[in-house]
């Protein structure tokens, strides 16, 4: 069975300092991977996905096969950027889109 | 855009009451999908459905059932409602067609069982 994990609850960083946010997954077989933000009083709503490798507002994710992690970063954080981010994992073929989510990190962007 | 809508944005029920959460789609949708989000807990799979009629067992489906009967809309029942199914519920579809599929939220109802 999949699992993610992230490990941080909470994160407070400064307008303007590096961020990332941590994002570890367990499948044998070939994952796909989203990352989630669920801004104040918004839905939950698609950031990025790996297979994209895009950068969405400033961020971007790289997916390790070999440390099994998809850690979302920033380099300089803007207060907007203040939400609930979840990681996911699609564990594809027959699955219909079924995501396992991690438990989600409250990133809090101090001026 | 892709829209979701929850019936209710929050609602308050008594202990034993059956509780009906509707959710519909208007993209055509194949798939459909019930989530309580709960603090700490993150996003836990309660119900989904990927077709008409059909469902399938989430991660945490015991106290809940799901109706399909349209494309459009995905019914999550709490046949008697416990005050540990207080929580707030997310509504999601998704397209079977394009990989990987983008799931798509509506904006939620905050249960309170009392």
């Known amino acids: 069975a999949q699992r993610v994990t992230q490990p941080e609850k909470l994160l407070s960083v400064f307008k303007g300092a590096p961020v990332e946010l941590k994002c570890n997954y367990s499948?044998?077989?070939?994952?796909?991977l989203f990352w989630y933000v669920q801004y104040s009083r918004q839905r939950l709503q698609l950031l990025l996905r790996?297979?994209s490798r895009e950068s969405i507002k400033g961020f971007t994710a790289d997916l390790n096969k070999g440390e099994t992690s998809f850690h979302l970063k920033k380099p300089f954080a803007q207060e907007e950027d203040s939400a609930m981010y979840y990681c996911?994992?699609?564990?594809?073929?027959?699955?219909?889109?079924?995501?396992?989510f991690g438990q989600g990190t409250i990133l809090t962007v101090h001026p | 855009d892709v829209k979701v809508t929850q019936s209710s944005r929050y609602l308050v029920k008594r202990t034993g009451e059956k509780v009906f959460l509707e959710c519909v789609q208007d993209?055509?949708?194949?798939?459909m999908f019930w989530y309580r989000q709960d603090p700490g807990l993150g996003l836990r799979l309660i119900y989904f459905?990927?077709?008409?009629?059909?469902?399938e067992k989430g991660d945490i489906p015991e106290g809940y059932s799901v109706s399909r009967e349209k494309k459009e809309r995905f019914s999550l029942i709490l046949e008697s409602a416990s005050t540990n199914q207080t929580s707030m519920y997310l509504c999601?579809?998704?397209?079977?067609?394009?990989?990987?599929?983008?799931?798509?939220f509506g904006a939620g109802t905050r249960l309170s069982v009392l």
């Open positions: 999601a579809s998704s397209s079977s067609l394009g990989q990987p599929p983008i799931q798509y």
């Open positions: 499948y044998s077989g070939s994952p796909e």
């Open positions: 790996h297979i």
């Open positions: 996911a994992l699609n564990a594809g073929g027959t699955s219909y889109g079924k995501l396992t």
């Open positions: 993209m055509d949708h194949e798939n």
């Open positions: 459905s990927y077709d008409v009629k059909m469902k």
